[in-house]
């Protein structure tokens, strides 16, 4: 029974340790805190409630228990979540009784969608060793590839007019071949999207081809690179090339390059810790995936002027997901594929070795773009530093060390920099705050008169969820009747009986039975404000018993009855609505 097997998951692991490995928490009162991994924000708005089990960020409204998390965080089906989880808690369960119907169909595609990337992979590797496609092995030994490089990447090739789409026919359906995304429909005829390419393989952490990446080998078509789009099994946000072999190597950290060819070149050198963004900028699901293995990083990305701002970008991204960032600067070649074949090993690893600290990094960039001498550029730049420097630093120690700098720097007292930034920063905070509040004032006053009585019956059965266990008055205060909607009417059907059965229904467990977001979102928020006593929270479900939000509905319902001519029911109506005023009243 799947509800039997959450509830043993849930019980063995604890939220904070598993948001922990993607997010940095703080602790913050009965609490923690973090920047939201959901959505980009300067003010943290993502919390974690250990007493409840749940997260729930006040900014994007996202919210949910332990299983919720990993299955945004890794892009799994809710039981390929539970079975991550099940892992961490050394559980052993039988997953293939806890699947619901749902998730055993999407399972079902993402293997048959794996097991067809295999196919065609070991289809582009023989194509790259026919004495046909001779150009194409010619071009890997232009770029300086070794055979067994070629290999350990999985290196192919597809030629055109090649018939691939009809091979896997034989095996795959239509629809799980379009799902692939490896194939273009034209005139009724459907090609491979690499066709004429070099072929590089892109592997999950588990070593499962997902996608490819392919790249002209003449000047004869363009764009020079291409990528399998995002599918069921692939995202280039959420994937790093070389990740696969680089997660075991023995350095404390990873090097982050841009390109297929940076990546492989370097690993032919020895350098196994490399992995490469796949033609994208790197994002916050990218240095996530990278905390799970190392703490630290070191970006080495093109020196041209897109490099630089790529890395201004993207060091602030891995600073803020709580990595260790260093910055290296390569001179005299355009990127790290090129440096290694000009200057060797050595020469690379030195200038791995003198990689700075990316805020010092960053105050030499900006501090070359100003001349401190003169007034206004000093005004200037203090604003930049503010902005680029101060802002993002979010560990006390740190930013008074760079306060401290910029003192040095710009010749101005410790103390008036503090007092300036501090002002600053507050005045950013309180527009924060005000938008925040603005939107929240929005929200509440666009809602609809359904969305009102929706948004009672939540409130009521998150309240009656995390007291139904600890106060029998309470559990016997509250039935179905006492709800509007349909969906929260069976959503409380089921947990009733639930908890009829003995079991012992956490708020954790009670989110495992929502599929709605808007729902998910509205219980997580809701908790968040909680109940200390039995009085406080019997005193809440008297007032959504009977406020005014039933008493809408039953006006609702009197007004359709009326337009029908259904005088039966609008007498039966007004009498409810009696009832409910008198009740009100105190009569």
Excluded at 482 to 503: A, P, Q, V
């Amino acid at each position: 029974m799947l509800e039997r097997v959450v509830e043993q998951v849930l019980s063995k692991i604890d939220i904070v340790d598993v948001v922990s490995m993607y997010v940095p928490l703080k602790k913050v009162g009965v609490n923690f805190r973090a920047l939201c991994p959901f959505h980009q924000e300067r003010t943290p708005s993502f919390y974690v409630s250990p007493a409840k089990q749940i997260f729930h960020c006040f900014g994007c409204g996202v919210g949910g228990n332990a299983i919720h998390f990993v299955m945004r965080m890794e892009n799994l089906t809710f039981t390929e979540a539970l079975k991550v989880l099940a892992e961490k808690a050394k559980i052993d369960v039988d997953f293939t009784q806890a699947q619901s119907s749902r998730d055993k169909a999407l399972a079902k595609q993402k293997e048959e969608l794996i097991s067809l990337h295999h196919d065609c992979l070991e289809y582009f590797q023989r194509q790259l060793y026919l004495r046909e496609n001779i150009d194409a092995a010619r071009y890997v030994l232009k770029r300086g590839i070794k055979k067994e490089t070629a290999k350990q990447f999985g290196l192919g090739y597809c030629p055109y007019n090649n018939n691939l789409y009809e091979m896997l026919s034989r095996k795959y359906s239509k629809e799980i071949i379009d799902k692939s995304g490896i194939f273009i429909e034209r005139n009724g005829k459907n090609y491979c999207r690499f066709e004429g390419r070099l072929i590089f393989p892109i592997f999950d952490t588990m070593g499962r081809v997902i996608g490819f990446g392919g790249r002209i080998i003449d000047d004869s078509q363009t764009p020079k690179y291409m990528n399998s789009p995002d599918t069921l099994i692939f995202s280039k946000s959420k994937i790093l090339y070389g990740l696969n072999i680089a997660k075991s190597s023995k350095e404390k950290d990873f090097v982050i390059v841009e390109g297929y060819m940076d990546v492989i070149s370097l690993h032919q050198e020895g350098i196994d810790n490399v992995v490469g963004v796949l033609g994208t900028a790197l994002t916050q699901d990218h240095s996530f995936l990278l905390r799970r293995y190392k703490n630290e990083v070191v970006l080495c990305l093109d020196s041209d002027q897109a490099g630089k701002n790529a890395t201004f970008r993207t060091a602030d991204i891995l600073y803020q997901s709580g990595l260790m960032v260093k910055v290296m600067e390569l001179e005299n070649a355009k990127d790290p594929d090129e440096f290694i074949k000009k200057f060797g090993k050595d020469a690379f690893l030195l200038k791995k070795q003198n990689a700075m600290f990316v805020i010092d990094f960053k105050v030499k960039q900006i501090s070359s773009n100003y001349d401190l001498s003169k007034s206004d550029q000093k005004f200037k730049f203090i604003k930049e530093y503010f902005e680029k420097i101060l802002m993002p630093i979010t560990n006390e120690v740190e930013r008074q060390e760079y306060v401290r700098k910029l003192s040095q720097l710009a010749q101005i007292d410790e103390e008036v920099i503090l007092k300036e930034f501090t002002k600053s920063e507050n005045i950013k905070l309180k527009r924060l705050e005000s938008i925040q509040h603005f939107r929240e004032v929005q929200q509440k006053s666009n809602l609809s008169e359904e969305e009102r009585i929706k948004k009672n019956d939540i409130d009521l059965l998150s309240i009656y969820v995390e007291w139904a266990n600890k106060s029998e008055s309470i559990k016997n205060s509250v039935t179905e009747d006492d709800f509007c909607t349909e969906d929260i009417k069976m959503l409380f059907s089921s947990i009733k009986n639930l908890i009829n059965e003995g079991m012992e229904l956490t708020y954790s467990m009670l989110l495992t039975f929502v599929n709605d977001e808007k729902i998910l979102s509205e219980l997580t928020s809701f908790s968040s404000k909680g109940f200390e006593t039995e009085e406080a929270a019997k005193k809440a479900i008297d007032e959504l018993k009977t406020n005014n939000n039933k008493m809408l509905w039953l006006k609702r319902e009197m007004l359709e009855a009326q337009k029908r001519g259904d005088n039966e029911k609008v007498l039966r109506l007004q009498t409810q609505i009696r009832r409910i005023k008198d009740r009100k009243e105190g009569i």
